[in-house]
């Protein structure tokens, strides 16, 4: 039972853990970074109770929110590409990848956005 149990954590050290590090790292900026774009979309398109120092209109703080948020995912989105890339995997696992990327963001940002509603 011990051999096993070496077997199996010797294959995890060395073949999965470093995977599911990088997976959860990409999911925890994905999950930052959309809560980010519907943090701006929510004060860009509703009039929020808080006051930005009394002077500054929430719509253009919205969509600076935003824009950062667009760019968190961009550079997270790119860092990803570029290990998927060094990895030498075929073409269409890349491109299948991309498209769930993009579906994920924006459902996930659709999804935070609709519990703010409530």
Same mark, same amino acid.
């Given at each position: 039972m011990g051999d096993i149990r070496n077997r199996w954590l010797a294959f995890?050290?060395?073949?999965m853990e470093q995977a599911s590090k990088e997976i959860f790292s990409?999911?925890?900026?994905?999950?930052?970074?959309?809560l980010i774009?519907?943090?701006?979309?929510?004060v860009s398109s509703a009039?929020?109770?808080?006051?930005l120092f009394g002077y500054l209109c929430h719509s253009l703080v919205g969509r600076g929110v935003e824009l950062f948020g667009v760019i968190l995912l961009v550079l997270n989105f790119i860092?990803? /590409?570029?290990?998927?890339? #060094?990895l030498n995997?075929?073409?269409?696992?890349?491109?299948?990848?991309?498209?769930?990327y993009v579906a994920l963001s924006v459902r996930l940002i659709q /999804?935070?956005?609709?519990? #703010?509603t409530e």
């Open positions: 995890y050290s060395g073949h990409h999911v925890e900026k994905v999950i930052i970074g959309t774009v519907s943090a701006g979309a929510h009039d929020p109770a808080i006051e860092d990803g /590409l570029y290990k998927l890339a #060094r995997w075929h073409l269409a696992y890349q491109i299948v990848m991309t498209i769930l /999804l935070i956005l609709a519990f #703010r």
